[in-house]
């Protein structure tokens, strides 16, 4: 290596670390608009006159310029014009898309719900066709950034950051809105704009360290695209085998997430609204005493997995681990009140899913680093996956279904901790962005089937429910109530007196157990084929590999 590579940018360790952050901000705001809807699915039902089936069309619509190859031309594009352009490009796409759902939901348009949702399903298309690439891209800066590093530990958090935003826009949307539909996606698209300035001010880096880098082996960005690559990359074995456990991974978490507030508030009977005992003010909001909460949390996890490793005796490592666990179970006991009641409320604890991966990313994350075993992890997350489904399905106990959700967020842990990486080590830096676009678009065909598909099952699978509500609507209607009025009173009857029925969510999600069973075959051929091919998947990172495409 030339000593200017050894003087590069990315040789400080803080730099590197810097620039993770400021692109995490990115990562963050498209994640929080990708998830938030799921926190006020009960309140558009009542407020916006939908079926779940329409709501889960208006999450489908974030798939399908992907659906038909929007991600692999991105990626191509990717590789050809290189980080800087493309970011710029597809991530004003992302914003744009969001801007116009939030214009829609407004009803800035039409205040037809029948036009509101075409806008908004427009706008959620140019979001997607943005958020993909704009997550294909952040991956190809995390590995110009730390590959020979601490690859997938660094993967692991910018993905921490993305759970973060999956989590607080699932727990926050229904503070934020204040119940109304409008100001939660006002504020979502909002935090897209404020990534992609982010994204600008990390384009000051890059350009240096581009400069750096100029005519050494390293950089190669500008080297043409050809079809013949493409062809090698889709009849890999290794890679073909992760890119389908991407589909069955993210279509068996992704679209469940969408519908598991409201899988808690008519399974368990978990509340909606929060009561003003289990809300925290913080400079006269209770939408940032509560974002407080959560950034504590978040705190916690980073820290439980970060400082003992920067630690180098082994017994000041264990006191720090000692000092974080107290610190950590005083901060669980000063707001121990509040956690009991959030434990009763539906998008609150659903956000156990994105948190729990927090904390456990990071830690799959330092084991892949240092011991390997990412296809074993797979086997793990598609065992986990199965005992989810299986207890949010199935049975009707509460513990069950906490352990549940704690088991789905773990194994949510293992995609980015063990699965990105791994794409890392039989793909060539040069086609990473081709490679990781190939693997988002496979994974939006099983997206695009299941956002949908479980929403239309629950309705098919609940009639009477569909019609009481349908009835009710129109009666309150006619007595001439406005649709706040009207979502208010559906809300009281829903969660309430029970004067409507709860959907019941054992069918939909019960077919979701055989997206884990076709996980763990797919993880045993992935773990038999990186044995013939020798990509080093269940090495430690660092390990010697012969990459899909030559430089």
Request: aromatic letters at 12%; a positive charge; charged letters at 15%.
């Given at each position: 290596?030339?000593?200017?590579?050894?003087?590069?940018?990315?040789?400080?360790?803080?730099?590197?670390?810097?620039?993770?952050?400021?692109?995490?901000?990115?990562?963050?705001?498209?994640?929080?608009?990708?998830?938030?809807?799921?926190?006020?699915?009960?309140?558009?039902?009542?407020?916006?006159?939908?079926?779940?089936?329409?709501?889960?069309?208006?999450?489908?619509?974030?798939?399908?310029?992907?659906?038909?190859?929007?991600?692999?031309?991105?990626?191509?594009?990717?590789?050809?014009?290189?980080?800087?352009?493309?970011?710029?490009?597809?991530?004003?796409?992302?914003?744009?898309?969001?801007?116009?759902?939030?214009?829609?939901?407004?009803?800035?348009?039409?205040?037809?719900?029948?036009?509101?949702?075409?806008?908004?399903?427009?706008?959620?298309?140019?979001?997607?066709?943005?958020?993909?690439?704009?997550?294909?891209?952040?991956?190809?800066?995390?590995?110009?950034?730390?590959?020979?590093?601490?690859?997938?530990?660094?993967?692991?958090?910018?993905?921490?950051?993305?759970?973060?935003?999956?989590?607080?826009?699932?727990?926050?949307?229904?503070?934020?809105?204040?119940?109304?539909?409008?100001?939660?996606?006002?504020?979502?698209?909002?935090?897209?704009?404020?990534?992609?300035?982010?994204?600008?001010?990390?384009?000051?880096?890059?350009?240096?360290?581009?400069?750096?880098?100029?005519?050494?082996?390293?950089?190669?960005?500008?080297?043409?695209?050809?079809?013949?690559?493409?062809?090698?990359?889709?009849?890999?074995?290794?890679?073909?085998?992760?890119?389908?456990?991407?589909?069955?991974?993210y279509s068996a978490v992704f679209p469940f997430m969408q519908y598991a507030p409201d899988l808690l508030i008519n399974k368990f009977n978990f509340t909606f609204d929060m009561p003003e005992s289990a809300t925290i003010v913080l400079f006269g909001s209770k939408v940032l005493g509560n974002l407080s909460i959560f950034l504590g949390l978040f705190i916690f996890a980073l820290a439980i997995t970060l400082v003992p490793s920067n630690i180098k005796k082994k017994q000041n490592k264990i006191l720090s681990v000692v000092a974080i666990l107290l610190l950590f179970a005083g901060f669980v006991y000063s707001f121990s009140d509040i956690f009991a009641i959030w434990l009763k409320n539906g998008p609150k604890t659903a956000s156990l899913i994105p948190l729990g991966s927090i904390l456990f990313t990071p830690i799959f994350g330092k084991?892949?680093?240092?011991?390997?075993?990412?296809?074993?992890?797979?086997?793990?997350?598609?065992?986990?996956?199965?005992?989810?489904?299986?207890?949010?399905?199935?049975?009707?106990?509460?513990?069950?279904?906490?352990?549940?959700?704690?088991?789905?967020?773990?194994?949510?842990?293992?995609?980015?901790?063990?699965?990105?990486?791994?794409?890392?080590?039989?793909?060539?830096?040069?086609?990473?962005?081709?490679?990781?676009?190939?693997?988002?678009?496979?994974?939006?065909?099983?997206?695009?089937?299941?956002?949908?598909?479980?929403?239309?099952?629950?309705?098919?699978?609940?009639?009477?429910?569909?019609?009481?509500?349908?009835?009710?609507?129109?009666?309150?209607?006619?007595?001439?109530?406005?649709?706040?009025?009207?979502?208010?009173?559906?809300?009281?009857?829903?969660?309430?007196?029970?004067?409507?029925?709860?959907?019941?969510?054992?069918?939909?999600?019960?077919?979701?157990?055989?997206?884990?069973?076709?996980?763990?075959?797919?993880?045993?051929?992935?773990?038999?084929?990186?044995?013939?091919?020798?990509?080093?998947?269940?090495?430690?990172?660092?390990?010697?590999?012969?990459?899909?495409?030559?430089?």
């Amino acid at each position: 290596m030339s000593e200017k590579i050894k003087n590069s940018l990315r040789n400080s360790s803080g730099i590197r670390w810097t620039v993770l952050i400021i692109i995490s901000g990115l990562t963050f705001g498209t994640y929080w608009f990708q998830d938030f809807f799921s926190g006020i699915k009960p309140l558009m039902i009542t407020e916006m006159g939908i079926t779940s089936s329409q709501f889960g069309t208006i999450i489908q619509w974030t798939t399908w310029a992907n659906v038909f190859g929007m991600i692999i031309i991105g990626g191509i594009i990717l590789d050809k014009w290189g980080i800087k352009r493309t970011g710029i490009v597809f991530g004003l796409l992302a914003t744009l898309g969001a801007a116009l759902t939030a214009l829609g939901a407004a009803g800035t348009f039409t205040t037809d719900t029948s036009g509101q949702l075409w806008v908004m399903m427009i706008g959620r298309l140019l979001y997607g066709s943005g958020f993909e690439i704009v997550c294909v891209i952040v991956m190809r800066t995390v590995v110009k950034w730390f590959k020979g590093y601490e690859l997938a530990l660094a993967m692991a958090i910018n993905m921490g950051f993305g759970r973060l935003g999956s989590t607080l826009g699932q727990a926050l949307s229904i503070d934020i809105g204040n119940g109304l539909v409008s100001p939660a996606v006002n504020f979502a698209a909002t935090l897209i704009a404020i990534g992609l300035v982010m994204f600008l001010i990390y384009i000051i880096f890059d350009v240096k360290l581009d400069k750096q880098l100029k005519g050494q082996a390293e950089e190669t960005e500008d080297e043409k695209f050809r079809i013949s690559d493409l062809f090698k990359l889709v009849t890999n074995k290794s890679f073909l085998f992760i890119a389908l456990l991407c589909v069955t991974f993210y279509s068996a978490v992704f679209p469940f997430m969408q519908y598991a507030p409201d899988l808690l508030i008519n399974k368990f009977n978990f509340t909606f609204d929060m009561p003003e005992s289990a809300t925290i003010v913080l400079f006269g909001s209770k939408v940032l005493g509560n974002l407080s909460i959560f950034l504590g949390l978040f705190i916690f996890a980073l820290a439980i997995t970060l400082v003992p490793s920067n630690i180098k005796k082994k017994q000041n490592k264990i006191l720090s681990v000692v000092a974080i666990l107290l610190l950590f179970a005083g901060f669980v006991y000063s707001f121990s009140d509040i956690f009991a009641i959030w434990l009763k409320n539906g998008p609150k604890t659903a956000s156990l899913i994105p948190l729990g991966s927090i904390l456990f990313t990071p830690i799959f994350g330092k084991i892949v680093d240092k011991k390997g075993k990412a296809a074993s992890l797979m086997i793990l997350g598609a065992l986990l996956l199965i005992f989810a489904h299986i207890a949010l399905s199935v049975f009707n106990n509460v513990t069950l279904g906490y352990l549940g959700l704690l088991s789905l967020g773990i194994a949510f842990s293992l995609v980015p901790a063990a699965m990105w990486p791994s794409v890392a080590k039989i793909v060539a830096e040069n086609r990473l962005g081709t490679a990781y676009a190939v693997m988002f678009t496979v994974q939006n065909w099983g997206l695009n089937a299941f956002f949908k598909g479980i929403g239309r099952v629950l309705d098919k699978a609940n009639p009477e429910v569909l019609a009481k509500i349908e009835q009710t609507r129109n009666t309150l209607e006619s007595q001439g109530l406005s649709n706040i009025e009207i979502s208010k009173v559906m809300q009281e009857m829903q969660l309430v007196t029970h004067e409507i029925p709860s959907f019941n969510y054992t069918a939909p999600i019960l077919m979701l157990v055989g997206l884990g069973i076709v996980a763990i075959f797919l993880a045993f051929l992935l773990k038999k084929a990186d044995y013939k091919q020798g990509y080093g998947l269940e090495r430690p990172s660092g390990t010697k590999i012969e990459p899909v495409f030559e430089k």
